[in-house]
């Protein structure tokens, strides 16, 4: 019996809003997609992340791992793969926060970006005086549970810089114990912890205003749609709250 002739996927490649990373992929085919499907059906967080995971670490040949990237660049990624595999309309049922309809709507995917006017990574605490932080990843996500919850914020943080620097010098975060960082955050006053907050209240992620007006109460309404999840079920046709 003759081998079957292989049909090779074509390679695409998407840049990463956050990293700003090139990376090359393919579509996903109709077993990942399958996998994808059943994952959602299931409505298992944990099993959506796996399975999201292996599709991307599959369809990038390693080259993106999951937990490790930036959230914003995993979203955005897998928004690209979902458009490259199956195309860019989405069609779901929304409800309507006034009369409670459910409100079927069309979404172009291909419109939706990850915002980063408003993201800078070099907090400056006074003049002199800065930081320089990473955005958080997956990885980081799962870890938050870890931390007491009256501490996460703090630990969270932490987790994050990078650098502390000033007009002479450049210091390192790893080589100080986090007891040593966290007693320095929290010397800090309100003013200069307030712009540590600005950097976490833009950290950049995807999203997209939804406008729609209920045909049942022709109430005109907007839902914001945000993050990985919310994408990865209205991506395959799910009813929203």
Known sequence: MKQLPIVNSPTLTCTLPVSGKKIKYRPFVIKEQKALML???????????????????????????????????????????????????SRFSIQCKSCEHMVPVELDMST????????????????????????????????VDKYDPNERNTKMLISLITKIFDADSVYDVADYPDSVLEEWLMALNDEQVDHIQKFVDNIPELSHNLEFTCPQCSTKQSRLLEGLHTFFRIGNDSRQS
């Open 39 to 89: 994952a959602q059906q299931s409505e298992d967080a944990d099993a959506i992340n796996e399975t999201i995971a292996d599709v991307i670490l599959s369809c990038t040949g390693g080259t993106l791992v999951y937990e490790e990237a930036p959230t914003a660049d995993i979203s955005y990624f897998f928004l690209q793969l979902r458009i490259a595999s199956v195309g860019p309309e």
């Open 112 to 143: 939706i970006n990850v915002d980063m006017s408003k993201s800078s990574n070099v907090v400056m605490i006074t003049d002199s005086i800065g930081m320089e932080l990473r955005y958080p990843t997956i990885k980081d996500a799962f870890d």
